[in-house]
Each structure stands twice: as C-alpha cells, then as structure tokens.
C-alpha cells in the first residue's frame, strides 16, 4: 500500500473523532436508556462495527483512487466525489442519531445513504470489483442501522405501542 492509503484509511474516521470530540458529554449512557428492539446489539458492538465499516470503506475508496491513476485528475470526481458525499451522509446520520436524537431524520438520511452507496458501489464497479464487494457489508449494517432507527422512531411516536405475539388480538 503506498503512504497516500493510509490518508484513505483514516479520512472516514475524521467525522465520527469530531463528533465525538464536540458531544461526548451528551452521549454517555444515552444508548442505554431508549427502550431498544431486544435483538439491538449492545453499544460496543456498534462502535465496533461502524470503526470497522469505515475501515473498509476507506481501503476501497484507496483502491478505486489507485486503479485511476491517483492523483486529483477529472477520472476520479464522479466516483470518489460520490463517495465523499455518502461520507458525509454517514456523518450527518451519525450526528442525528447519536448526538441529537433524532431517529426520525437519521432514518430518512439512512435511506438516502443506502441509495448513494450502492450508486457508489456501481460507479465502482467498473473500476475495481473489490472496491465494490467491499461495500455490500456496508449496506448490511446500514440495513441494521436503519432498522434499529425505524424502532426507536416509532417507539418515540406511539410509545404505549406494545408488540403483540402471533395469533392474539389487541383489545
């Protein structure tokens, strides 16, 4: 791997350091409290699985920069300037989701996100397979995200709502 990978490794890890820099003191122990899906994984596993993410993530975008030659030439704006606008959504759902609350938009950012990196991933395609493939674990934890944000948004909107077992009926 040539120095500038390195670079490309940590950049999608520069959103979620300054978030947590600037909100450290509004999240601790918040992710504990909200009444979560009882298959939601504890909070390290999701720290874990987000670092992770964003280590893949930067090793690909390193792959698809490699495979166009490197430098900042007209080849790599559609595919590397889509990537960084999905990092950003990641970021953004990052922000709403952890630091305000906000599982409503961090939902709707999450769908959007799914939409750009698969655009991403078949941008990349063509350019480097493996930059691609490595994006489909993405999507899964997005998938994952997603759902646990759509539970706590509903549960924030009808907060009596009570699953009901298979084959009984609600009074």
């Known amino acids: 791997m ?20 600037l909100t450290r003191h509004r999240m601790s122990g918040w992710y504990d409290n909200p009444k979560k899906p009882p298959w ?3 909070h390290k596993v999701l720290l874990a699985g987000w670092i992770t993410i964003y ?5 690909a975008s390193y792959l698809v920069w490699k495979n166009l ?6 080849p790599l704006v559609l ?5 960084a606008v999905q990092l950003a959504v990641s970021w953004a759902v990052l922000i709403l989701f952890f630091a305000a609350h906000t599982h409503g938009l961090a939902l709707l ?9 698969v655009s ?14 490595l994006l489909l674990p993405y999507l899964a934890w997005l998938t994952v995200t997603a759902s646990i944000a759509y539970r706590l948004w509903r549960d ?10 298979m084959g009984e009926k609600s009074d």
């Not at 280590?55 to 090793?59: A, L, N, Q, R």
């Not at 924030?156 to 077992?165: F, G, K, M």
């Open 2 to 21: 040539q120095p500038q990978g390195t670079i490309f490794l940590a950049l999608p890890h520069l959103g979620p350091i300054l978030l947590w820099l």
């Open 40 to 42: 939601c994984p504890p």
């Open 55 to 59: 280590f893949v993530m930067g090793y």
């Open 69 to 74: 030659g490197g430098g900042f030439g007209w």
């Open 79 to 83: 595919p590397l300037g889509l990537y």
């Open 109 to 117: 950012h999450l769908l959007l996100l799914y939409g750009l990196v």
């Open 120 to 133: 991403t991933a078949l941008i990349w395609h063509p350019i480097n397979k493996l930059a691609a493939v």
């Open 156 to 165: 924030s909107l009808c907060p009596n709502h009570q699953p009901q077992p």
